[in-house]
């Protein structure tokens, strides 16, 4: 038979933990759907201290996450802080009565952003269920066929994974997708990502590449464009022989890596492209297509916005754009649009708390005064990776893969044409 002392000290353990849920489960849920609801320049002031732009970006991600869970998350709020005010004496009643309008609040915010997102999708075509994901943060797809060297770019020996579809390839070879990720330009590296595992399974090869990164002593705000290059490079030379083909290239580039891979796709279009680790006129193949999802295509236009901007800024570019004009302006995907840049496909959150979507939008204007052949989706909001930089599913990550898909089967170059010499 429990003692008395026992049976308080496990009652008061219950409450410790009840306590415990209400405050953190509703604290999340209503501040998660303020960034969601709350326009980006009203958090300005959040953004200008590196350390509180990270919080404000973790939220965001982790609610993005969530998906549909944000309501699950919300209820079992509302739920401890009801079941909280049920059981206090009366004059001690207010704070669990607090939690329990606030998470009551913010739960029918998460079902209303979770269905102004499911409309939003529904209205791009892409046919996903809005309860996803089934479980959050289950595994990405497993790893590469194999992991291939390049070239050697100064000193640095530059590797790619590469993910080939199962089955007999093409007689001309796989459609190859170019991913490069992301990581402000300094951090990051090659790794399964949304589209590794899903696009080999619709009959394309995925290189996935690395390239130098930056640091405060180290610019490479024109090499990593070049060292991006290098991938290509690597194609036209042994695409043949790995069952590749160096006629149907496409670029996908998530973030930091949308503005490389959208930059290597333009210049490789007017022929200014050239390989880090390759001699002087080396054929490079023509890329046919290119994905952006929520790029950084505007460094100029961040600036001094953002801490972290500020940060890039030093490490990518070695100065402000009133020091280095020139180097903004090549970094710059606008500078490298032309008519004969390839059909383009951006996706971005309309939260994005580090690569504003105000710039992107611009960017798109660029492209539709040039005549490029485009398209730009925008899931209402949604942060920073757009739900799709962990391993789960979400209703935007489902249908960027879709659109993304639809974007190559149309426009990935399924017709000849002789690649360019620098």
Not at 68 to 97: E, I, M, Y
Not at 365 to 372: N, S
Request: aromatic share 6%; hydrophobic share 40%.
């Amino acid at each position: 038979m429990t003692s008395a002392p026992t049976a308080r000290r496990v009652r008061a353990l219950g409450r410790i933990l009840l306590w415990t849920v209400a405050i953190v489960t509703v604290a999340f849920t209503v501040l998660a759907q303020l960034l969601a609801v709350v326009p980006v320049s009203w958090t300005m002031p959040l953004l200008q201290w590196e350390v509180s732009q990270y919080l404000v970006i973790l939220l965001g991600v982790l609610r993005d996450s969530l998906g549909v869970w944000n309501v699950v998350v919300g209820v079992v709020g509302v739920a401890s802080a009801a079941t909280l005010w049920r059981r206090r004496p009366r004059p001690r009643r207010r704070l669990p009565l607090v939690l329990t309008v606030a998470g009551s609040a913010g739960t029918v915010a998460a079902v209303a952003t979770s269905v102004a997102l499911a409309v939003s999708i529904a209205s791009t075509g892409a046919g996903t269920s809005p309860l996803l994901p089934t479980l959050p943060f289950t595994g990405l797809d497993s790893g590469p066929s194999q992991t291939v060297t390049v070239g050697t770019a100064g000193t640095t020996t530059l590797r790619a994974d590469l993910y080939l579809p199962s089955g007999r390839a093409p007689r001309a070879g796989w459609p190859v997708v170019v991913s490069v990720h992301g990581g402000g330009f300094s951090s990051g590296t090659r790794g399964p990502n949304a589209y590794t595992g899903f696009l080999p399974a619709h009959g394309y090869a995925v290189l996935d590449v690395d390239y130098r990164l930056a640091s405060p002593t180290y610019h490479p705000w024109r090499t990593q464009v070049e060292d991006v290059g290098c991938s290509l490079a690597w194609i036209a030379r042994t695409g043949e022989a790995r069952r590749l083909d160096p006629h149907r290239v496409a670029m996908l580039g998530l973030s930091s890596g949308g503005n490389l891979a959208i930059n290597a796709a333009y210049m490789s279009a007017d022929h200014t492209l050239r390989s880090s680790c390759s001699p002087s006129g080396t054929t490079l193949p023509v890329v046919r297509a290119v994905i952006g999802g929520y790029p950084a295509v505007d460094l100029t236009g961040i600036g001094d916005r953002t801490a972290i901007a500020r940060k890039v800024e030093q490490w990518y570019v070695g100065g402000t754009p009133a020091e280095h004009p020139d180097r903004y302006r090549f970094t710059d995907s606008a500078t490298h649009v032309s008519a004969d840049a390839p059909p383009t496909l951006v996706y971005q959150g309309a939260r994005d708390h580090l690569v504003l979507a105000d710039r992107a939008r611009a960017f798109v204007d660029v492209l539709a005064r040039h005549g490029v052949t485009h398209r730009y989706v925008q899931y209402p909001g949604m942060e920073h990776s757009a739900g799709d930089s962990t391993s789960t599913l979400t209703p935007a990550a489902a249908a960027s893969r879709q659109l993304t898909l639809d974007w190559l089967q149309r426009h990935d170059g399924d017709r000849r044409s002789s690649p360019t010499t620098p």
